[in-house]
Structure formats: C-alpha cells, structure tokens
C-alpha cells in the first residue's frame, strides 16, 4: 500500500522552495520532487578568473552545469521563429543564477487590464499582495534606495542601496535633465548579513553563483530551513511527467521518470503544487490529460498554454566622456546595476501603444572583458588607445517592455515529439505584434536620449533590433489566474478553478508580464496561496 | 567569512598547449595578424597573451567557426580592413582572447576586479554628482 503524501511540490525554484518553506513551517508534511541534484556552493567557480578557466578545463574541471542541455530535455519552436527557453534543474533553480532585480508590481500593473482593456483583470490589487511583499523583502534581503512611485511602490525594508558607480552617478544626473527618474537600484543581494546569511564580498561574480549565498537562491534560503523542521522530504532527478487524477477528476498523485535510470514512477497526494517554471509547468499540466480533464487538467477553458508573455528587451552603449581616460576602477559591486529606471510612461501624453517599459543598465564600468572593442574602427597602437581609453566609461542601456498577452502565443504539446521518457515536449509559438514594436521605439528614443543628455559617444546601434524572444527569461502567463473561471484557470490565491486539490505558483499564474522582473512577485504570490492553502487545509476543504 | 578563505591558488600557470587545429604555419600566420590588431606597446601584445592559443581552442570547440576561419584565412591577403568580414572575425576572436587574458585585462586595463572587500564606496568623485 503505497503511502499518500499530504503536498507533494514539483519544482525548487522560488515558487516551489517558497511553497515547501512556508507549508512545512505551518506544520504541513512536503515532498518536493526536484528534477536535478543540490549545487554544492563549495565547487562553484565565484572566483575563477576569466584566464583560468580554460587551464581549469584542461586539468579536466568542470564549472557547475547549471542550464539545462537541450539535447537531454528538448523543445520545439516553428521555423524562423525562435524562442531561447533557460532552463535549470537542480536544487533552487533559476534562483541560483538569477539577475537578483527585485521589484514589486503596482496597480499600474495589476489595474492595467481593466484600464486599457486588452484582456483578463488581474483577480488581486497592491493592497493584496503589498504584505507579501514586505514579508519577502525582510526574509530574503533586498537593498534598494526611499524611492517612491505609483509604478514602482517603495519599501521600509530596503537594505542599504549600494553605492552607484561613476557611471551610473552620471547617468541619474543625465535622466534628470531630461525628466526621466532613474532610481536605486531594487536588488535581493544582502547589504548587510541577514538572517543567517553573510553579507556580499562585492566579487561581482555572482552570475556563476554565490559561493557564500549572500543573495537568495531557493535552496539555502528557503529549502534547507525547511528541511530543519523535519517536515520537508526532498527527492532528488524526479521529473515529473503528469498530475494524475481519480474518477472525478481530482488529483490523486503525480507521475514521474527517474533522471538517472528512466524508470517510471508514481506518488500519491492529497494536494499537488505545481512549481517547475513557467513552461515546464505548463507542458506537465497539458500532459496530464484524463477522461475528467482530455485537454490537459485544469484546462475546461483552453486557456492553460495559452497567452505567453515575455519582454522585449535591446542593448545599447555608449562612453561617457568625464571617464574616458579615467583611471580604471574596481567595479563589480553587487554585480550587476545599482540603478533601475522605474516606468513612467503612463504620465503624460496617451501613448499610441498600450503597457510600459523600464530599463536595467548591468555591464556599466570596468567588466571582466572588453566585447565592446569588436564595435571600434581601426586595428593596431590607435585601436588599443582607444579600447584603453574607453573602458572605464562604458555604461549600458538594457530597457525591458512588457508584451501584451495574445492566445496564439502559447505552449502546445506534441504527441509526436516525445523526450527521453516518452513524454510529448513542449511547442512554443511566440511572436510580438505592432503594440510591441510601436513601444520599442519609445524605448530606443529614450535610451538615446538618456545617453544624448549624458553626452556620451554612442556605440553605433541598429533601430528596432530586439533580443531574440525569450531572452528576458521572464516567461509569464499560461496558466493565468483570474476571476471569470471562463477566461482562466486559476484564482488569485493560484488555485485551479476546475481542480481545487492543484495549485500553481510559478510565473504562468500571472495575467500579465509587466516590465518588471518576476522574482519578487512569484515570492509574493507563493507565499500568498500557500497560506491561503494551508488555512483552507485546516478547514478542511481541500 | 574571512579573505583567507578567498585566496584561491593561480591557477594559470602556462600548461604546454598543444596546437588542436593551427598547422604550425598557420599559428605563426594567426600569431602575425593578432599582433597587427592588439601590438605590444609598454603592455604584452596579443601573442604575448597566447590568443593564437585562444583562437585555436574556440575553433576546435565549433565544427562551422573553423571551417570559416580556416576559409577565411586561406583567401586573405594579409591587409586588415574595417568592413571585411575577416578582419571582423580575426578582430572579435583577438578582442575575446586578449581582454580575458591575464596580460590584456590586468596588465593593458588595470581590472582588479572579482576580489573580496568588505565595502563597496562607488564613485566618490564630487564632480560627477
């Protein structure tokens, strides 16, 4: 007799560690069905120079093999129409290698639907989820500036903003003068030890993870505690395949293929969490079908799968001329900006296109190489002058825009298409429309003129060119909650409408992408629908 | 967390390479061109910082950039041009080999970077305020 566990999870991410984390802590019993193995901190290469690495190579090391190889786990795009999909199996996820931008949405997202009528409202306001938000802030450890806006609400519990760059300085004085505010930058890397967790050693390696964890992953900041309660079990290379179902349609258990041997396997659970990033939690819901559920579970609406939503996103780079020559300075930080440029542009004159854009600016100052010499004139003694020269000042642009959710963006699965595990894959058809392109020259002419004012040498550029989709890795979306149970699947606490025993608490809950990144929000609402879920269990209704 | 505990060994101390897919010809053809786009001044120029080494490696990792460097170097007539789409290839291996190198990113830029400190100031230039 195979025992039934109370929750199982599928995934380790942020979603999935924060729904084990805040479940166990309440007393509930977890599995949490993890589709790799736990990233040992001890081997990862945080403090590799760019010039040893391949030396390291030749010894035979490997750096850790956090992104998922496409040859194991496949996906399909149609042709001429590429999706770039990041995927990371293994304890924590994305959140070991993450960007670490953390802002929260405002109801200028949530309320955006309703207000400009492009489809579904967001079921939830700021006023839902600002407690979450603040709980998250102080439990992960956020630093970020006082700043304000009804784009970008603040927090009390910021940790100290860390200290701009040259650069960054020169360009917030030059979005002044134009009128475009240009903040601290909102980032989950701890200021200030926190919770147990050291503070930041400013190596700025951080994009081959922390080999301290002084900012969030999912595994040393959510899982491992939850370990500690007893009440959390772990199993390690489980990918999940499907959510199985009884005769009324209700989950009962998931089914799942040993990474190592490829066996098949099956769990029984009361309530299943589906947590495995946006796409591989929509491709395990469309290959859950059943008699009860035979276009994928949850799914009476035919909306799971549909309505992807990602971000544009461009480059552009430009020398700002009180650094060239400058001494050259140690520029890592916190790795990554200090700066954000909040959305703004729902002030003003009405735009001709519908949702906004913000902008990063990683890569500003001194890097560990030097790419954009490749964009100089000239070769020899001239060329290396002024590569020289041009390497403190260098300052880069990264503005993000939201695009707007469509059915025909959406993830399908193929029956003819299987993995490894005889599993359909997953189909992705994305592509942007006018609203889309119409926003990005707003955000090329914006970008121009933030360097413009700053009177920087701009590095030449190509109008309109944007980063291949899915480069953003800030997929959104096809599992929407919402209130018309015709038009989603899920309720704003990610519970489905059709299946009330599933939830889904990653990035394809959310009804829109927004330009802002995700992290904070899937934190937010995870924490939110676990707590709603472990009351609702109390009560005894799920 | 002390700096002790960051004070990793070098370990770049020159292993002997072994030339993957350069004919020694070639290497000393690829050896002539980088310098003529990164020459040794009072830093090292890009031999002096292996980028033939770097250059051969990255080819042998990618069946269709060897094949159109290979190509590329067989037609070229040995004049650096901007617009020519060997000298851009050449280019942008010599810039990736040379500003990753110990030579070109310490010695010719001055980086210091992906150290411990215990504080990070920014820039405390009054006149960039």
């Known amino acids: 007799m195979q025992t039934t566990n109370d929750v199982i999870v599928i995934g380790s991410g942020a979603s999935g560690g924060m729904a084990a984390w805040n479940l166990t802590r309440q007393g509930v019993d977890v599995l949490l069905l993890d589709a790799g193995t736990r990233f040992s901190r001890a081997k990862f290469w945080t403090h590799v120079k760019p010039w040893e690495w391949n030396a390291r190579v030749d010894k035979g090391e490997r750096p850790p093999q956090f992104y998922l190889d496409t040859k194991e786990q496949p996906y399909d795009t149609p042709r001429g129409q590429p999706f770039d999909l990041v995927r990371v199996w293994g304890r924590g996820g994305k959140t070991n290698v993450w960007g670490r931008v953390a802002l929260r949405y405002s109801d200028v997202d949530f309320a955006g639907p309703e207000k400009d009528g492009w489809e579904i409202p967001w079921p939830i306001r700021y006023r839902d989820i600002k407690p979450y938000y603040d709980r998250v802030d102080q439990f992960i450890g956020v630093c970020g500036g006082t700043d304000d806006q009804d784009s970008l609400p603040g927090s009390p519990y910021m940790l100290p903003a860390a200290a701009p760059r040259c650069g960054e300085k020169l360009l917030q004085k030059a979005g002044k003068s134009i009128g475009v505010s240009i903040v601290a930058g909102r980032r989950a890397v701890l200021t200030k030890p926190l919770n147990g967790h050291p503070a930041c050693h400013y190596c700025g390696a951080c994009g081959r993870g922390c080999d301290v964890g002084a900012f969030f992953n999912s595994s040393d900041y959510l899982i491992e505690p939850a370990m500690q309660t007893g009440k959390l079990r772990v199993m390690d290379n489980a990918v999940v395949a499907r959510v199985l179902v009884n005769d009324e349609g209700k989950a009962n258990g998931v089914q799942y293929f040993d990474r190592v041997t490829g066996e098949e396997h099956t769990l029984k659970a009361r309530i299943v969490i589906v947590a495995a990033s946006c796409i591989d939690s929509t491709r395990i819901l469309l290959n859950s079908k059943s008699h009860a559920h035979p276009n994928g579970i949850g799914n009476s609406s035919d909306v799971v799968g549909r309505y992807l939503s990602e971000q544009i996103r461009f480059h552009m780079y430009g020398f700002l001329p009180q650094l060239i020559g400058a001494p050259t300075q140690n520029d890592d930080g916190i790795g990554g900006e200090h700066i954000y440029m909040p959305r703004f542009n729902h002030r003003g004159a009405k735009r001709e296109y519908l949702r906004g854009f913000g902008a990063q600016f990683w890569g500003s100052g001194a890097q560990a190489d030097a790419g954009f010499a490749k964009a100089l004139p000239g070769f020899g003694v001239d060329f290396k002058t002024a590569v020289k020269k041009r390497y403190p000042a260098l300052v880069a642009l990264h503005p993000y825009g939201e695009v707007l959710p469509r059915a025909e963006n959406r993830v399908t699965v193929d029956e003819k298409h299987v993995d490894r595990y005889g599993v359909p894959v997953a189909r992705i058809e994305y592509k942007i429309g006018e609203n889309e392109r119409k926003m990005a020259a707003e955000m090329y002419d914006t970008a121009e003129q933030i360097l413009r004012a700053a009177k920087a040498e701009i590095v030449p550029f190509e109008r309109g060119h944007l980063d291949v989709a899915g480069s953003a890795i800030h997929e959104h979306g096809t599992c929407r909650m919402g209130a018309d149970q015709k038009r989603s699947a899920l309720n704003g606490f990610c519970q489905m409408h059709d299946v009330p025993n599933v939830f889904v608490v990653d990035g394809a809950a959310f009804t829109t992408a927004s330009e802002k990144n995700p992290t904070l929000t899937i934190l937010a609402l995870a924490w939110r629908a676990t707590d709603y879920l472990a009351a609702e269990m109390k009560a005894g209704r799920v | ?129």
């Not at chain 2, 020519?84 to 990736?96: N, Y």
């Not at chain 2, 190198?101 to 310490?106: A, D, V």
Request: glycine share 8%.
């Open chain 2, 1 to 129: 967390m002390g700096a002790a505990q960051h004070e990793h060994p070098d370990t770049s101390a020159p292993v002997t390479y072994t030339t993957k897919v350069f004919s020694a010809d070639e290497m000393k053809r690829v050896a002539t061109l980088v310098d003529l786009i990164i020459p040794r001044t009072d830093t090292p120029g890009a031999s002096d910082a292996h980028v033939p080494e770097f250059i051969d490696r990255k080819l042998s990792l990618d069946a269709a950039l060897k094949e159109r460097f290979l190509a590329g170097l067989r037609a070229f007539d040995g004049v650096l041009k901007d617009g020519d789409p060997f000298s851009k290839l050449l280019k942008g291996l010599t810039v990736d080999g040379y500003y990753t190198s110990k030579e070109g990113l310490t010695q010719e830029l001055g980086w210091h970077g992906n150290t411990f400190l215990t504080e990070f100031k920014g820039c405390t230039h009054a006149d960039h305020e």
